[in-house]
Structure formats: structure tokens, C-alpha cells
């Protein structure tokens, strides 16, 4: 899910995220995940990202689950971040590894043990993402983390290497749930085995994203298919502009209003939503 950010640049427009949910649930999407990448939640303070947190959870009123991404630079935020996701009544928490730093294995573990056990009642996901975060969740950390987490639900996996996501996917007990986050191979990463899709573009144009999801899951494969062929043609488009600006232009076209992106990074002002269009008319 995107989020809505003010004129300051820097503070969350609380008042727009129900009109976003409304949007998203309306439009028949399966849960949120909230301030993960594409919602800037590392952009923000962790009070605000609070606000933004509990005001979701309001908005949704319970019709659809509600993924709060936890995940900070620190151990301690994190875990500030975790026992407030219980207080207003979350239903997971997830963490990406920390990011820009290298940290080793068994660090990477106690984090995740650390995090996990502020909220034991909870589900609590790990989130992989090394593109960006630079330390990754590889089989031999999972297995251990299914090990040492009693609350361990499962694993949002955002890389791009289909053999690396097989891997993956394998070491994920039939217990836990495996979320496929790279959308050019989400159809194959379901067909593999993943039970289900977390999708940065879906926040703005979530009508492929729950077809093809709908499609495969009653064996449509043709039309799954068709699916995933719109999607890699949308992201074609998408590839040419600043992607968290071009997916909040759209959402602000589409009479979403979310603002801009959290400055450095810029608005754009291409008309991306009109070549989504073209796109999605063929």
C-alpha cells in the first residue's frame, strides 16, 4: 500500500488513507501490507509511522487482514514498532532484514528472535529483499529461524532469481505461508508454489494483480497467463520513470489523492496513467 504523504513531504496525510482503502478493498484486493517499500515506510520516523499504522488498521475495520512492516535499521525501533502493531490490533507483523550495513547470520537471527517475540500472539513474517536491504534470508537462515521463532508464519520474498525463489520455497514448511513480491515472475513464482502475491504496482492498479491471482487459484491457466503478460507490459511502462512516483501519480489520476513521494525523490509528471490505459485496453 502507498501512503499518503502531505505538502510538508515528510508527515503522513492520515486523512487519506481510508478513501485508499476503500479503494483497494472495493476493489477486491486480499490484505495490506503496510509501509513496506513501496509505502516509504523506512522514509518515515517511527511516529510516524504509528500514525500511519493505526489508522489503517481503523480504516480497514476488519474486512481485510492487515500486514504491518516493522522493519527499521535497529533492533530497538523494530521493536517498539512490533509491540505497537499488537496494540491496535494488526493482523502480522512483517521485517525486512536490516539494510545498507552487512550483518551476519546469527545477528540476523537474534534480530528476528528479538522482534518476533514482542508480539508472540501474532504471526510474524520474515521479509526478503537484498536489492535493496543488502543481507538476504538464504534456506540455511530460514531453517533456522523456523527453529528459534514459535510465531514464524512464514516469508515475503521480493527477489528476482526464479532458481533462488524455488530454493526458497522448498525450505518453507506446508505450515507457513511463502508471498512472492517480484511481479515480472509472480505467475511462476504461485506455480512453484507460493501461496499468494504482495504487489508495490497493485496499490494503484490492483485489478491484474486479483485477476491473475483469481485465475490461478480455479485453474484458469490461459487466462492467468493473460495476465501476467498485462502485468509485464505494465511494468515495461513503469520501467521508464521513478517507480513510487509514477505509482502515486496514478493513484492521484485515478482521484486517490497520496501526494508526492518522500523528497529526495521527486513527482512525475508523465502521463503514466494514460499509457496504463493503452495498456489495459488491448
Given at each position: 500500500m502507498a501512503t499518503p504523504i502531505d505538502q510538508s513531504g515528510y508527515r503522513?496525510?492520515?486523512?487519506?488513507?481510508?478513501?485508499?482503502?476503500?479503494?483497494?478493498?472495493?476493489?477486491?484486493?486480499?490484505?495490506?501490507?503496510?509501509?513496506?517499500?513501496?509505502?516509504?515506510?523506512?522514509?518515515?520516523?517511527?511516529?510516524?509511522?504509528?500514525?500511519?499504522h493505526a489508522e489503517t488498521v481503523a480504516a480497514t475495520e476488519k474486512r481485510i487482514p492487515v500486514l504491518i512492516h516493522v522493519?527499521?535499521?535497529?533492533?530497538?525501533?523494530?521493536?517498539?514498532?512490533?509491540?505497537?502493531?499488537a496494540e491496535i490490533g494488526a493482523d502480522a507483523t512483517v521485517c525486512v532484514t536490516p539494510y545498507f550495513y552487512p550483518v551476519d547470520a546469527d545477528s540476523l537471527v537474534s534480530?528476528?528472535?528479538?522482534?518476533?517475540?514482542?508480539?508472540?500472539?501474532?504471526?510474524f513474517l520474515v521479509y526478503d529483499i537484498p536489492q535493496f536491504a543488502n543481507n538476504t534470508i538464504s534456506p540455511a537462515l530460514l531453517a533456522?529461524?523456523?527453529?528459534?521463532?514459535?510465531?514464524?508464519?512464514?516469508?515475503?520474498?521480493?527477489?528476482?532469481?526464479?532458481?533462488?525463489?524455488?530454493?526458497?520455497?522448498?525450505?518453507?514448511?506446508?505450515?507457513?505461508l511463502f508471498l512472492a513480491g517480484n511481479e515480472s515472475i509472480m505467475l511462476g513464482s504461485l506455480a512453484m508454489g507460493a501461496h499468494g502475491a504482495i504487489s508495490g504496482l497493485s496499490t494503484a492498479v490492483p485489478e491484474p494483480f486479483v485477476g491473475l491471482i483469481?485465475?490461478?487459484?480455479?485453474?484458469?491457466?490461459?487466462?492467468?497467463?493473460?495476465?501476467?503478460?498485462?502485468i509485464n507490459r505494465l511494468l515495461n511502462v513503469l520501467g521508464n520513470y521513478p517507480r513510487i512516483?509514477?505509482?502515486?501519480?496514478?493513484?492521484?489520476?485515478?482521484?486517490?489523492?497520496?501526494?508526492?513521494?518522500?523528497?529526495p525523490r521527486g513527482r512525475v509528471e508523465a502521463p503514466v496513467w494514460e499509457q496504463f490505459l493503452t495498456v489495459l485496453s488491448k
Open positions: 503522513v496525510a492520515t486523512e487519506q488513507i481510508a478513501p485508499l482503502v476503500d479503494f483497494l478493498v472495493e476493489r477486491q484486493v486480499g490484505g495490506l501490507f503496510v509501509g513496506g517499500t513501496t509505502g516509504e515506510g523506512v522514509l518515515l520516523s517511527v511516529e510516524e509511522r504509528k500514525r500511519l522493519g527499521t535499521n535497529t533492533t530497538r525501533q523494530s521493536f517498539d514498532l512490533a509491540v505497537h502493531a534480530y528476528f528472535k528479538t522482534i518476533a517475540a514482542a508480539t508472540p500472539d501474532l504471526p533456522r529461524l523456523v527453529d528459534e521463532i514459535p510465531n514464524l508464519a512464514g516469508v515475503k520474498c521480493s527477489i528476482g532469481d526464479g532458481q533462488a525463489i524455488r530454493r526458497l520455497i522448498d525450505a518453507t514448511p506446508d505450515s507457513m483469481d485465475a490461478f487459484s480455479n485453474g484458469r491457466m490461459q487466462e492467468a497467463q493473460n495476465w501476467a503478460r498485462t512516483g509514477a505509482i502515486k501519480q496514478i493513484l492521484n489520476k485515478r482521484g486517490v489523492t497520496v501526494g508526492d513521494p518522500v523528497p
